[in-house]
Structure formats: structure tokens, C-alpha cells
């Protein structure tokens, strides 16, 4: 419900809008990048030239870019190219190595099917519950004696013999479906998804999270430009959105952002697309390949946090 | 309580606040330093939370007394498959036994490329290698578990044909 009242919402807001602030939105485009004149349709002045023209791409952290445990032999590289979500256009701004164990595993259909059940069910509390005999009222009295009515004998009208007597192993909720999947399937989970998601070429890279506008109608071009499908999801490193994209993203229901820490495999494949950015690429590796390499057994007892 | 990080070098000050070290023991004579350049002795001791890395062929003569070699690529660099060594530089080959019967079986993992070529390498090894006549070479391929599975324990002949391929 609450998603659906803020579709709607969204919605309203977005065609109020796109009739205040798309001049505003083309001024940025105009600042950012001369091409994009021609696909603008605003001619007014630009509060936020300076802001735009400040987003600089950091070219030298892309090219000096080096793999944590460097893969050991060359048939396994795997590279992507980096794009930028400041500009309209897909324009491609580096190119980078991932890491074959994070971005290039076998896809295990299997590991996939189970992280998605296990999110879906450990945090599921089945609330269902039927009464048993003992709860339903009435059913003291023997309805007849026990010889002599040629009938079958029977000493309550509420056992689970009898239409609408009490069930006998009926649901008695509320009960926790919760479980620990093991760490190394929750670990292979998030690699898979990733692998899976660039070999579907649904994984993208980008240098930061900046956009020039905060108009919606921005990114929904940018999407619909570089087709990338109904639902988007950014990742960053950081968890402090920036403004500009917050605003936009509160009236775009299925674009959604996420943390570097909550990325996860079910919500990887609810979004038809992922879009990771250097940092989030760079902290997702150093992560999961500290997993990978590290001393020690790997699999842990889990406990509940008390 | 000891350290936190090994690279800061605010050990020698919480070493004199550790529980271990406020009474003195009676029997042994000792002394508290606060030099880091004696802390390096100490993080010899500490258990190291990465697996290192091979040190280069310059430090050691290979194969080391245990056996151990290292990956070669110069000889697997041509084959159709790929075997990753474990993250302890191991080789991925484990002897299983099923819950339900005393059945053991070799489970050969982290293959990658033509898993096919490889399952007939190993077929073909183990009928050359067999002594009774009336073994039965069995394997199975998991696909996209990238495994295999062969009937009996062979590790160490797998393993060896393994290294011999310099994987």
C-alpha cells in the first residue's frame, strides 16, 4: 500500500513538475554539455551552472585502477567500461578490470534460488492459526450415549471428525520461518547475482552518482536513452545520497538507491538494472574478496544479535 | 584489547594497560617496551588476518619438503580447462564419504573451461593406472556446480596428474 500511494503521489508531483521546473533542468543540461542543446527545450538562465560545471570525472582514479589479488592467469580478465550519469548521453569515460572471482563466477542458477528464498523467508512470520478442539466453544457434552442409538460413537461435537468440529494439525501460528543460510552461499549469492548481472550486460559502472538536474524527467531520459530497462538501481559506497538525486529519486518509485552494505541478491534481481559506481565497485570487491582470502574458516555459527 | 591495527603503532601504551600484564609474575623477569621497532617481533605471533600470498620463485626452491608446488602456467597455459588453487594454495581435490553408505568418492572442484575434456583426462588416466581388471572407471560431471566426482579414492593420483599439468 504504502508503495502504491507513493506511485500515485509521485506521480501528481512529477507532472506538477514538469511544468515548473523543466526549464530549470535544461539550463543544467545546457552548462553541462554543449551537445545536449539540441535535445533540450529551454532557453532560460541556469542557476546551476556552477555546480555542474564543478563535476569533474576523476579519469586518473579510473586508469590507476588496481585489482586486489590480481587474478593469475590473463584468460580470466574481465573488463567494463565506465560511463557518467552527468551527461545525457552514454558517453563512456574509462574503461576498468573487475575482478574475476566477484564479476566473473559460474552461474549457479541454484545459489541464486536459494538467497532468494532464504530472504524472502527468514524475516517471514507465518501468522496463520486455526483453532483446535479445545478452543472451539460447545462441545462438552457427549451428543449421544455411547451403545444402544445404532449410531457411531462420539463424545464431542467439536472433534475433527465432524463438519465444523476443530482441526487436528492445523496451522498455529505465529511461527518464525527464520534460518541462517551459510556464509559462503550468502558470499557466492552476492557474486553470482553480480557475474550474472554483467554477463546480461544489466551491470553498469559509473564515476559517481552526480546528475546535473534534479527533475525527474532527467534521469528518466538518461534511462530510456542508454536502455536500461523499467527499473533501475544505484549503488554508491557512500550512504548519503546527494541532494539533487534524492529529490529525484523520491518521485521515481522504481529507481531506488542502496549502499555498498545493502546490496543483496534479491533486490540485484528485482531491479532490471544495476548501476554501481567506482566506489561502490571498489568496496563491493574489497569486501567480498577479504571473504575469499582471509585466515580462518569462513564459515562461522551464526548467533543473534542479543 | 591488545592491538587493533598492526600498521598503528599505538601498541606499547595498551600493553600497559592489559589486564595480563598490571600484576607481576613472580617467577619471570621482564621488562615493558615501548619501542615499535620491537613491535614487529610481536606481530610474527599474531595471527595474520589474510592468507598470504606465494612468495616468488627467487625465495625458495620449489618443490618445497612437503611437496607443495606452485601453479606453472607455462604448461596448463594450452589446456581447455582451468583448475584455481583453494584460497590456502591447495589443490581443490577432497575425498567424500556419502552419510548413508560407506561409498568414498574423489570430488575435484574450482574447474573452469571445458570440464568435458577434463573428465576424459581423468578417465583416461585411471584406466591406464587401474591394477584389477575388474574396476570400474565411474564419473560423474556437475556442470554447473563445475565439479566432478569419481567413484573411489584417487586423490593422489589425480593430484599428482594435476601438478604434472601445472595447475
Known amino acids: 500500500m504504502a508503495f502504491l500511494s507513493k506511485g500515485v503521489h509521485s506521480m501528481w508531483r512529477s507532472t506538477k513538475l514538469l511544468q515548473t521546473l523543466l526549464p530549470q533542468v535544461s539550463q543544467s543540461f545546457l552548462c553541462s554539455s554543449s551537445e545536449l542543446s539540441s535535445s533540450s527545450n529551454s532557453e532560460s538562465e541556469s542557476s546551476d551552472s556552477l555546480e555542474s ?44 578490470d573487475l575482478h574475476p572471482s566477484i564479476f566473473g563466477v559460474h552461474p549457479r542458477l541454484d545459489i541464486i534460488h536459494e538467497n532468494i528464498k532464504w530472504q524472502q523467508k527468514y524475516k517471514n512470520i507465518d501468522f496463520s492459526r486455526v483453532r ?21 460413537r462420539h463424545g464431542s461435537i467439536r472433534s475433527p471428525l465432524w463438519n465444523k468440529g476443530g482441526a487436528a494439525k492445523g496451522p498455529r501460528g505465529p511461527t518464525s520461518n527464520f534460518y541462517m543460510l551459510p556464509f559462503g552461499i550468502r558470499v557466492l549469492g552476492l557474486r553470482t547475482a ?66 555498498a552494505y545493502g546490496l543483496n541478491v534479491y533486490s540485484m534481481l528485482k531491479h532490471e538494472t544495476v548501476v554501481l559506481t567506482l566506489s561502490a ?11 575469499l582470502h582471509r585466515s580462518g574458516c569462513v564459515q562461522q555459527k551464526f548467533r543473534l544479535p542479543l | 584489547m591488545l592491538m587493533k591495527s598492526s600498521t598503528d603503532m599505538m601498541m606499547p601504551t595498551s600493553i600497559l594497560s592489559c589486564k595480563h600484564c598490571s600484576t607481576k609474575h613472580p617467577n619471570y623477569a621482564y621488562e615493558v617496551s615501548k619501542d615499535p621497532a620491537e613491535w614487529k617481533y610481536v606481530e ?21 619438503p612437503s611437496g607443495w608446488v606452485p601453479q606453472q602456467e607455462e604448461k596448463y597455459a594450452k589446456l581447455p ?15 567424500k564419504e556419502r552419510t548413508d553408505s560407506p561409498l568414498k568418492f574423489t570430488h575435484i572442484g574450482n574447474i573452469s573451461g571445458n570440464i568435458w575434456a577434463l573428465d576424459a583426462d ?24 563445475r565439479f566432478i566426482r569419481v567413484k573411489g579414492v584417487h586423490a593422489d593420483t589425480i593430484a599428482q596428474f594435476l601438478i604434472d599439468k601445472g595447475f
Not at chain 1, 132 to 139: D, F, L, S, Y
Not at chain 1, 200 to 211: A, E, K, P
Not at chain 1, 283 to 289: D, G
Open chain 2, 122 to 145: 581423468i578417465r583416461e588416466l585411471l584406466e591406464a593406472s587401474k591394477t584389477d581388471p575388474n574396476y570400474l572407471v565411474l564419473t560423474q560431471v556437475h556442470e554447473p556446480g
Open chain 1, 53 to 96: 560545471a564543478s563535476h569533474v570525472i576523476d579519469t586518473e582514479r579510473i586508469r590507476n585502477r588496481k585489482l586486489l589479488y590480481p587474478p593469475q592467469h590473463s584468460c580470466d580478465r574481465i573488463q567494463s567500461w565506465v560511463s557518467t550519469l552527468s551527461r545525457l548521453q552514454d558517453d563512456k569515460v574509462g574503461i576498468i
Open chain 1, 194 to 259: 553480480l557475474s550474472c548481472k554483467l554477463a546480461q550486460n544489466d551491470l553498469h559502472i559509473v564515476d559517481s552518482l552526480y546528475i546535473p538536474a534534479e527533475d525527474p524527467e532527467y534521469l528518466r531520459d538518461l534511462v530510456k536513452s542508454r536502455a536500461w530497462g523499467y527499473s533501475l538501481l544505484l549503488v554508491d559506497d557512500n550512504d548519503e545520497v546527494p541532494q539533487r538525486l534524492a529529490n529525484a529519486l523520491q518521485q521515481i518509485p522504481e529507481y531506488n538507491v542502496m549502499p
Open chain 2, 81 to 95: 580447462y582451468y583448475i584455481s588453487r583453494t584460497k590456502n594454495h591447495q589443490m581443490p581435490i577432497y575425498i
Open chain 1, 281 to 291: 565497485v571498489e568496496k563491493i570487491e574489497e569486501r567480498l574478496l577479504y571473504h
Open chain 2, 44 to 64: 610474527h605471533l599474531l595471527p595474520k588476518s589474510f592468507v598470504p600470498e606465494v612468495p616468488g620463485s627467487s625465495l625458495h626452491h620449489y618443490p618445497t
Open chain 1, 132 to 152: 483446535t478442539r479445545a478452543e472451539m466453544p460447545g462441545g462438552g457434552r457427549k451428543p449421544w450415549r455411547q451403545k444402544g442409538t445404532g449410531r457411531a
